[in-house]
T-cell receptor, first 116, second 112 residues
Framework: DTEVTQTPKHLVMGMTNKKSLKCEQH?????MYWYKQKAKKPPELMFV???????INESVPSRFSPECPNSSLLNLHLHALQPEDSALYLC???????????????FGSGTRLTVV | QQQVKQSPQSLIVQKGGISIINCAYE??????FPWYQQFPGKGPALLIA?????SEKKEGRFTISFNKSAKQFSLHIMDSQPGDSATYFC???????????FGPGTRLSVLP
C-alpha cells in the first residue's frame, strides 16, 4: 500500500458546524503533515506530527485542531470556520529514517472544503 | 533565506516541445530538491528529485539540472505531451527531518 487516503473528498460546512477530516496511511511513515492549499498557490504547512507527537504548529488558528490517534491515522477537527478557510486540505506522510528519507512526501488527494 | 523562487508562472508549449521551469534558492543549507506535479483536484505527486552532489538527474522524459554555485535548478520535460499539462512545484529542504519549502508553482499547458 503506497497511498495516503483522505476522507471525505468534498465537504461543505456552515460556520457553526463541527466536522473532521481524516487521513490514513499504511506505509510505516512516522511523520505526517497537514497542508492547506488555496487555488493557484503552493501547499502551506499547518501541522507536523512526528512519531504521533505534534512537533510543528505553524501558528494555525485554534478553530483547526489536529489529532494523531496512532501511527497510521491523522485527523483534523474543524470548528467555527470562516469562509476564507475554504481550500484544499492535504495530508502527507514521509519516512523519517534511512536513505528513503530523501524520497519526499507522499500526498493524499485532499479534501475540498467549502465554508458557507 | 527560506524562499524558493520559481519561473515562469505559466508556460504554454506545443506537443513534442521542451518545457523548462527554473527555480532559485538562497539558503545553501538546502540539500534536497524535489519537483512535484499536481493535476487539478489532486494532491501533488513527487516527480523527480536531486541532491546537490550531482549536476543532473534524468528519469524518462524528465531531467533535473542543478547548478550549485548559482543556487539554481531546473526541470526539463522533453517531448512534452498534453498529459503533462499540470502545475509543477519545485521545493527544497535542509537537513534530516526538516520540512519542504515550496516554490510558487508553474502552470504548464501542452497544446495538442
Amino acid at each position: 500500500d503506497t497511498e495516503v487516503t483522505q476522507t471525505p473528498k468534498h465537504l461543505v460546512m456552515g460556520m457553526t458546524n463541527k466536522k473532521s477530516l481524516k487521513c490514513e496511511q499504511h506505509m510505516g511513515h512516522r511523520a505526517m503533515y497537514w497542508y492547506k492549499q488555496k487555488a493557484k498557490k503552493p501547499p502551506e504547512l499547518m501541522f507536523v506530527y512526528s512519531y504521533e507527537k505534534l512537533s510543528i504548529n505553524e501558528s494555525v488558528p485554534s478553530r483547526f485542531s489536529p489529532e494523531c490517534p496512532n501511527s497510521s491515522l491523522l485527523n483534523l477537527h474543524l470548528h467555527a470556520l470562516q469562509p476564507e478557510d475554504s481550500a484544499l486540505y492535504l495530508c502527507a506522510s514521509r519516512l523519517t529514517s534511512g536513505i528513503l528519507y530523501y524520497y519526499g512526501y507522499t500526498f493524499g488527494s485532499g479534501t475540498r472544503l467549502t465554508v458557507v | 533565506q527560506q524562499q524558493v523562487k520559481q519561473s515562469p508562472q505559466s508556460l504554454i508549449v506545443q506537443k513534442g516541445g521542451i518545457s523548462i521551469i527554473n527555480c532559485a534558492y538562497e539558503n545553501t543549507a538546502f540539500d534536497y530538491f524535489p519537483w512535484y506535479q499536481q493535476f487539478p483536484g489532486k494532491g501533488p505527486a513527487l516527480l523527480i528529485a536531486i541532491r546537490p552532489d550531482v549536476s543532473e538527474k534524468k528519469e524518462g522524459r524528465f531531467t533535473i539540472s542543478f547548478n550549485k554555485s548559482a543556487k539554481q535548478f531546473s526541470l526539463h520535460i522533453m517531448d512534452s505531451q498534453p498529459g503533462d499539462s499540470a502545475t509543477y512545484f519545485c521545493a527544497a529542504s535542509k537537513g534530516y527531518g526538516q520540512n519542504f519549502v515550496f516554490g510558487p508553482g508553474t502552470r504548464l499547458s501542452v497544446l495538442p
